[in-house]
């Protein structure tokens, strides 16, 4: 299948500071991509979806001046996750879709942890 | 939107034996359906997918099954093994996928 990429695989930073989560897709052009967040032993909640050249849509109860989404090109889409605060601490996992319709493709997940 | 919902949370079968995970969904329009498998803090795979002109689908041990009608899509798992143990998730819907909250099955040797 195709490679999806993501980096970095673990960060650990202060409470406060913004963290930058990259996701690519190495073979093939991602016009969508998803971002999702997952705590221990639970499922993918899916928290913004985005097309390259425009706007992510959040979903509900997910802020978006807390969590900017960037698709600024067909390979590559970033997450940052600003003023991170310990509760902000999970498994961020990205997906990448060729098109409507598509399969999804995962990337290998970010584990954050704000002290 | 669409809700998944997913049962059984856990499931423990013996080696051989087979392993049956069901999923409802709730949008009408939904018309992809995926099967991922996600072993501990790693990314889910996509093990099997099934379409909604599709009633039925088979990969080697790995079955799918849609009734559109009823809303509800199931993997079958034949002659278990070891490792087949992880946590599986359904998903459901069209251009964005909702997820169901995962079977945690484990493989008894």
């Known amino acids: 299948g195709a490679v999806v990429s993501q980096h970095p695989s673990w960060v650990i930073c202060k409470s406060g500071t913004s963290v930058k989560i990259e996701c690519r897709s190495l073979?093939?052009?991602?016009?969508?991509m998803f971002w999702y967040r997952q705590f221990p032993k639970q499922s993918l909640m899916l928290m913004a979806t985005s097309n390259e050249g425009s706007k992510a849509t959040y979903e509900q109860g997910v802020e978006k001046d807390k969590f900017l989404i960037n698709h600024a090109s067909l390979t590559l889409s970033t997450l940052t996750v600003t003023s991170a605060h310990p509760e902000d601490s999970s498994f961020y996992i990205c997906?990448?879709?060729?098109?409507?319709?598509?399969?999804?493709?995962f990337g290998s997940g970010t584990q954050l942890s704000v002290l | 939107g669409e809700n998944v919902e997913q049962h059984p949370s856990t499931l423990s079968v013996q080696e051989g034996d087979s392993a049956v995970i069901k999923c409802t969904y709730s949008?009408?329009?939904?018309?992809?359906f995926p099967w991922y498998k996600q072993e501990l803090g790693k990314r889910p795979q996509l093990i099997i997918d099934?379409?909604?002109?599709?009633g039925e689908k088979k990969d080697q041990r790995i079955a799918v099954t849609l009734n559109k009608t009823a809303k509800h899509f199931s993997l079958h798992i034949t002659e278990t093994q070891p490792e087949d143990s992880a946590v599986y998730f359904c998903?459901?819907?069209?251009?964005?996928?909702?997820f169901g909250a995962g079977t945690r099955l484990t493989v008894k040797p």
């Open positions: 949008d009408s329009a939904s018309n992809y």
């Open positions: 099934i379409r909604s002109n599709v």
């Open positions: 073979d093939f052009q991602a016009t969508t």
């Open positions: 998903a459901a819907g069209d251009n964005d996928m909702r």
């Open positions: 997906s990448a879709s060729g098109g409507y319709n598509e399969k999804l493709f």
